[in-house]
Nanobody, 118 residues
Framework: QVQLVESGGGLVQAGGSLRLSCAASGRSFSGYVMGWFRQHPGKEREFVAEVNWSGGSTAYAGSVKGRFTISRDNAKNTVYLQMNSLNPEDTAIYCC???????????WGQGTQVTVSS
C-alpha cells in the first residue's frame, strides 16, 4: 500500500514556474514507477510525465515536453514536477500516481490545483 500526498500547487501568471511535490508513505517507494497526471475542468484525466524507479528514465506528454521536468528522491520518498513556461492551458488539477513496473497505475493522490492566469 502506498499513500500519496501532493503539494505545491497554486496561482501563477503565464510564463511563470511552479514545482509540485508528491510525498509517498508506505512500502517500497523506490520500487515504483511514479507519474504525474492532470485533469482539466470537464475533461478526462491525462498523462503528464513519469519516471522509473531510479530516475534514469523519464517520459513526457508532447504538450509539456521541454517545459516540465519530473524527478524523484528515493531517500525522501518524494517525486517532483518542475513546471516552467506555464500557460493558461496548463490550468488543471495535478495528481501523482504509482505503479509497479509493467503494471497499471494503482495508487493515486488527491491532487493539487494549478491555475495559470493570462
Amino acid at each position: 500500500q502506498v499513500q500519496l500526498v501532493e503539494s505545491g500547487g497554486g496561482l501563477v501568471q503565464a510564463g511563470g514556474s511552479l514545482r509540485l511535490s508528491c510525498a509517498a508513505s508506505g512500502r517500497s517507494f523506490s520500487g515504483y514507477v511514479m507519474g504525474w497526471f492532470r485533469q482539466h475542468p470537464g475533461k478526462e484525466r491525462e498523462f503528464v510525465a513519469e519516471v522509473n524507479w531510479s530516475g534514469g528514465s523519464t517520459a513526457y506528454a508532447g504538450s509539456v515536453k521541454g517545459r516540465f521536468t519530473i524527478s524523484r528522491d528515493n531517500a525522501k520518498n518524494t517525486v517532483y514536477l518542475q513546471m516552467n513556461s506555464l500557460n493558461p492551458e496548463d490550468t488543471a488539477i495535478y495528481c501523482c500516481a504509482a505503479r509497479a513496473s509493467g503494471g497499471n497505475y494503482r495508487y493515486w493522490g488527491q491532487g493539487t490545483q494549478v491555475t495559470v492566469s493570462s
